[in-house]
């Protein structure tokens, strides 16, 4: 009996806490809302009217789900790249390039091999697209560990070198015939399955969500997620009990790669089947506030990519229906960043995880 | 002071208290900490308003009043961190805020100075007014503190611990000091949690516990024992118990260890130590004398020349994490820096260094065991009391006594070989100190080794088989604790040779 009581107490205390975290971001999104509602009124137009042609449009029927969803997944790809590297304390803003270099790597593999089985070839495209994004992340990791260099300024520099390499490379040694910046279309063996015709949605949404899974368990129940959070939480500390933060950064940082590459692989292999120069709108930075906006949290990801999803896909059906221009949608989008990933993002960065010696 | 009760939210800071200081009296105010003296003083210096209760000072009663009026009322505090500006002379620092002017103007350097001398001889402070502060030792800088006080007309001078920045000779000159200003008929009020200390200075001693004044009495009519029971209610022992030294064979040997400490300076000049099994060694010195710098070394925090060797094995190139693995335990001296993490849960802190060995990990030491944790966790809590409403609370929601048991807990139970444990009581209570020590003494009988570092001389002495000093990154004498006596380690500490 005493057993089933402190259960109980545990879970209502977990509940609570959880409840604690939640609230907030709620609050703020609401918020957001309604600061986007005074913006509509303010432009003439009427908030009630344009936010339930959005909702209509992202949620109302099969085809604005699955739009929704499209949008979401490369987003909850790169949302969860800058989760993991921010749980070791690292800043990885460099999701936008390790997705550009995975995406290109992933349409090499999918356009070279010819006659192999769907089962082997497309999981080769998918690795090929993690390596490539992992080395893109182990090479600021290096940076860093060796040379102390930023992974700021790295990450940062390393988005233009993957944007003008892969647009070399489709501009010049890949390039299909025709004027189009792209390459030549993947092998069909290649290709992930499209799950909710005639929609664009493939089953990169399902790779993207086992992703959020994966990660919450290696954080919560690996010894190495362990050491991770110990080095993003207190640097000091798991330096003291033996735990080596270089290596522990440096697998974080690859790891981080890995995933934002993979959404590029998702893009290629799902969406648009080749390798389109300029085809990322800029999911890298979309990930950064969608990993804020959920709180840093796996979960709490894929419901802001949701969220972001929705406002682009309920935002161009509204755009159609109501005659409100795009650009205030990204208005709206913009004032969730700005009251809930800003906030956040002070708190990040106030904490000294930063600062670290190299003894 | 009639009747003074302060809450805060949750807490009855200040119950009810009754406090009477006389003139030309030094009155010792003893409490754990929490006990509601610094909230008591606060109020005396306008710091704080109190919910309840009267204020006299000099016979007449002060009502709602801010330090300010307090200084001119005739009080005057010393703080525990000292407010003074570095490169201001001792002169201009104790003249700041009331300047002597001519015409209204200029400062007046002349008198400024003369001033300074003037009342630094009356107090016989021994005091240069033209010296810069940040040449000065700390006991000095305490003085300076003391003449600003007593240069704005304090009669009633506020001493929030004033020894624990200082070494025991400096400590001499401070009661030295305070003896010939209560002669000039000033009132000390000293603030304290070391009984040894209000038992040498003080005529009278308030104790408080919980909020409450326990009892007043007169230092000659008490004892350390009879202290302690007021402050902790309940019987302290304060000389733990100890059996005899039974050291065995050598554990941790230091040959000409060497390092440098963060701004490049040496801090270790040659380093040679051993600890036995079964043995305390005490490393008595002032801080920042290479103690932290020689506890990075050994933990392979810190690069260093010269050797370690832990059971005969060279461990000199070895990771932190091996270093631990192989038998070193670590009680820090900085909780936050380096032994909790405060996001962590209590578990979590629990396995910190054992994450990746068994029984904690599974699966050729790559995944969690939630179980053994939860397992090791409970039985942590019950031997070590840890006072927390589960194991997945964050630490940072709990005391800091319970904190240093989780990190006991933690380093104790790795069954080390040797313990380093760094001021492992600074900052907790009577009750946890002793407790602290208990464990300590424990561990040793159980035959590990413990390396003692200790700003706190009498932790020092009580616990210590053997005793160290270190002076400057060198051992400059190492003698068994009873050969060697109070006043030769405050000489050796102070850099002093002895014969």
């Known amino acids: 009996m005493i057993d089933v009581e402190q259960k109980v107490k545990q879970f209502l205390y977990r509940f609570g806490t959880e409840l604690q975290r939640v609230l907030p971001q709620t609050i703020a999104i609401l918020t957001a809302f309604l600061a986007g509602a005074i913006v509509l009124l303010a432009t003439g137009y009427s908030p009630l009217k344009v936010y339930s042609a959005m909702i209509k449009g992202a949620f109302g029927d099969m085809f604005g789900i699955g739009q929704t969803l499209t949008q979401a997944s490369p987003m909850i790809f790169t949302a969860l790249a800058f989760l993991f590297a921010s749980k070791c304390g690292l800043f990885n803003i460099g999701a936008e390039g390790q997705l550009l270099v995975g995406a290109f790597a992933t349409a090499l593999v999918g356009i070279s091999f010819h006659g192999l089985p769907a089962f082997i070839h497309t999981p080769m495209a998918l690795l090929a697209g993690a390596l490539a994004g992992g080395l893109w992340g182990f090479i600021p990791a290096i940076l860093k ?19 003008y390499l892969t647009g070399y490379m489709v501009n010049y040694p890949f390039k299909a015939p025709g004027w189009v910046s792209q390459t030549v279309p993947i092998e069909q063996s290649a290709e992930l399955p499209r799950i909710l015709q005639p ?94 906006v959920g709180g840093l949290n796996p979960i709490g990801v894929l419901l802001a990519a949701v969220l972001f999803g929705a406002i682009r896909s309920g935002g161009m059906v509204m755009t159609r229906t109501t005659g409100v221009p795009l650009d205030l949608i990204y208005v709206l989008q913009s004032l969730v960043i700005f009251f809930v990933a800003v906030p956040m993002l002070a708190r990040f960065l106030k904490r000294d995880r930063f600062k670290w010696r190299i003894s | 002071m009639e009747g003074i009760t302060k809450n805060f939210p949750g807490v009855i800071a200040n119950d009810n208290i009754d406090f009477a200081v006389e003139e030309a009296e030094i009155h010792g105010l003893l409490g754990e900490n929490g006990a509601g003296k610094t909230v008591l003083m606060s109020i005396l210096y306008g710091l704080l308003h109190p919910d309840a209760g009267k204020i006299f000072i000099k016979g007449k009663e002060a009502e709602n009043y801010s330090p300010a009026q307090a200084i001119k009322l005739g009080l005057g505090m010393v703080h525990q961190s000292f407010m003074l500006i570095p490169s201001f002379t001792v002169a201009e620092n104790i003249i700041l805020g009331i300047e002597p002017t001519k015409s209204k103007l200029l400062l007046n350097r002349d008198r400024m100075v003369n001033d300074v001398k003037e009342i630094s001889d009356r107090y016989r402070l021994n005091v240069d007014p033209k010296a810069r502060v940040d040449t000065l030792p700390v006991g000095v800088q305490q003085r300076i503190e003391i003449l600003k006080a007593l240069y704005r007309g304090a009669d009633v001078l506020i001493m929030d611990e004033p020894t624990s920045v200082l070494i025991p000779s400096e400590v001499e000159e401070l009661f030295k000091a305070l003896l010939a200003l209560k002669k000039q008929g000033k009132t000390v009020i000293f603030i304290s949690h070391k009984l040894k200390e209000v038992l040498a200075i003080c005529d009278r001693v308030t104790v408080l516990r919980r909020g409450s004044v326990v009892g007043t009495v007169r230092a000659c009519d008490t004892d350390m024992e009879k202290l302690a029971m007021m402050m902790v209610g309940r019987k302290v022992v304060l000389t733990i118990e100890k059996r005899g030294t039974m050291a065995g064979k050598v554990v941790l040997k230091l040959d000409n260890l060497r390092a440098f400490n963060d701004r490049g300076l040496p801090a270790l000049r040659g380093i040679d130590l051993e600890i036995c099994e079964s043995e305390i060694l005490g490393i008595a010195g002032v801080e920042g004398n290479g103690q932290t710098e020689l506890v990075e070394v050994l933990m392979g925090l810190r690069k260093a020349e010269g050797k370690v060797f832990l059971d005969n094995n060279d461990i000199s190139e070895m990771s932190t994490g091996k270093r631990i693995e192989g038998g070193i335990a670590n009680v820090p001296e900085d909780r936050q820096k380096r032994g909790l993490i405060e996001d962590f849960s209590v578990s979590e802190n629990l396995i910190l260094g054992s994450q990746s060995m068994p029984p904690f990990a599974k699966w050729s030491r790559t995944i969690l065991d939630g179980k053994q944790i939860s397992a090791f966790s409970r039985d942590s809590i019950k031997g070590f009391s840890i006072k927390t409403p589960s194991e997945d609370t964050p630490v940072r929601h709990l005391s800091g006594g319970t904190q240093q048991r989780v990190v006991l807990a933690r380093e104790f139970r790795r069954k080390p070989k040797l313990i380093i444990a760094s001021q492992p009581t600074r900052g907790l209570d009577v009750g946890a100190t002793e407790y602290v020590r208990k464990r300590l003494v424990e561990m040793r009988d159980q035959g590990c080794a413990i390396l003692l570092i200790s700003a706190d001389l009498d932790e020092i002495q009580v616990l210590s088989d053997k005793i160290a000093v270190i002076y400057e990154g060198r051992i400059v004498a190492t003698k068994p604790v009873e050969e060697i006596k109070e006043k030769e380690l405050g000489l050796l500490m102070g850099g002093g040779k002895h014969d």
């Open chain 1, 145 to 163: 560990t060796r040379f102390r260099a930023h992974e700021v300024i790295t990450t940062m520099m390393l988005n233009y070198i993957a944007l």
């Open chain 1, 199 to 292: 929609t664009q949605l493939s089953a990169s949404i399902v790779i993207s969500v086992f992703m959020a899974g994966i990660l919450q368990y290696i954080l919560r129940k690996t010894t190495f997620g362990y050491q991770v959070r110990a080095v993003g939480l207190k640097l000091s500390v798991a330096e003291g009990s033996g735990i080596n933060i270089k290596r522990t950064m440096v697998l974080s940082l690859v790891l981080s790669g890995a995933i934002a590459g993979l959404g590029g692989s998702g893009e290629v292999l799902g969406v648009h089947r080749r390798f389109i120069e300029g085809f990322s709108p800029g999911y890298g930075w979309d990930g950064l506030a969608v990993a804020l």
